[in-house]
């Protein structure tokens, strides 16, 4: 089992930056995608950004972040981060780590374990 606990919600103006954080515990993380979905109210859990073990840590991103998120993981640490820049108000959700054994996937179904979530609100 995977235990992750978020850290690093909270409310910020339109044009701001949070940096989320996701720590890892209860196995190795050996071979383990790391990455971020989020759900706004009213709307289904949608894929954000991941980045895998292998291969060098290809990294993905959501077209609606790309140039403003940015990902990246502390194997030694057995972490995950999310630095969120140029914030806007659809950007609120609640924020989700997520883990899958081999590549990630954006479809929430393939996910192997989630975080509780850390919400994010962004006003305008």
């Known amino acids: 089992q995977v235990q992750l606990v978020e850290s690093g919600g909270g409310l910020v103006q339109a044009g701001g930056s949070l940096r989320l954080s996701c720590a890892a515990s209860?196995?190795?993380?050996?071979?383990?995608?790391m990455g971020w979905f989020r759900q706004a109210p009213g709307k289904e859990r949608e894929f954000v950004a991941a980045?895998?073990?292998?291969?060098?840590?290809?990294?993905y991103y959501a077209d609606s972040v790309k140039g403003r998120f940015t990902i990246s993981r502390d194997n030694a640490k057995s972490s995950v981060y999310l630095q969120m820049n140029s914030l806007k108000p659809e950007d609120t959700a609640v924020y989700y780590c997520?883990?899958?054994?081999?590549?990630?996937?954006?479809?929430?179904?393939?996910?192997?374990?989630w975080g509780q979530g850390t919400r994010v609100t962004v006003s305008s």
């Open positions: 997520a883990a899958k054994l081999g590549p990630m996937s954006s479809s929430t179904g393939m996910v192997d374990y």
């Open positions: 209860g196995r190795t993380l050996s071979g383990y995608a």
């Open positions: 980045i895998d073990w292998s291969g060098g840590g290809t990294i």
